[in-house]
């Protein structure tokens, strides 16, 4: 099955903010999905690389890479500021990162521990933060935190599947 590429995608609003609790279930769950993909296998099948895409390790060490993005973002509209930080598409933090040399469970212990943060920090939101808007700058479409927190869900989900799809490929 081919799946579309990320930056091909198109996220449409969530209009009902009462979704926001069952997203932040799902942002919660991401580390531990990681954890069962990924945390008992051989060191030798955590570094193997097919073709230009990224290692299992790498694929982990980019969640964790973007996740003060996702925090900032959030607090970007806290400040009620027009539109939200730039990341940077080249993805040079995962790529400098070198996680192929950290151990697996250190980079899933980091995930989880930056992922714990986000998702307080939502949980923490009010109603009156919920309804601000700001532009997403590559989408170039409005947001609302809700949409934000679902944005990072699938891209959690974008990268457990390129996991899984590497996995059956190796295998």
């Not at 973007?66 to 940077?88: H, M, N, Q, T, Y």
């Not at 080249?90 to 151990?103: D, I, P």
């Not at 986000?118 to 109603?127: W, Y």
């Not at 997403?136 to 679902?150: E, F, Y």
């Amino acid at each position: 099955m081919k799946r579309t590429a990320w930056f091909e995608r198109v996220f449409p609003s969530i209009k009902d903010n009462g979704l926001m609790p069952s997203i932040i279930e799902r942002l919660s769950g991401t580390p531990a999905r990681a954890e069962e993909l990924a945390g008992k296998l051989a060191p030798a099948l955590l570094t193997r690389k097919l073709t230009d895409r990224w290692s299992i390790k790498e694929e982990i060490g980019h969640l964790s890479d973007l996740e003060p993005l996702w925090s900032g973002r959030v607090d970007d509209f806290i400040k009620g500021l027009p539109e939200l930080r730039v990341a940077d598409l080249s993805n040079q933090t995962t790529h400098k990162a070198n996680h192929n040399a950290t151990e697996i469970r250190v980079l899933l212990k980091r995930f989880r521990e930056h992922r714990r943060q986000f998702v307080a920090k939502l949980s923490n939101l009010d109603d009156a933060q919920l309804v601000k808007t700001a532009l997403h700058p590559r989408l170039k479409t409005p947001m609302r935190v809700i949409d934000l927190a679902h944005f990072v869900a699938e891209h959690d989900d974008h990268h457990l599947a390129s996991i899984r799809e590497l996995l059956a490929e190796i295998n």
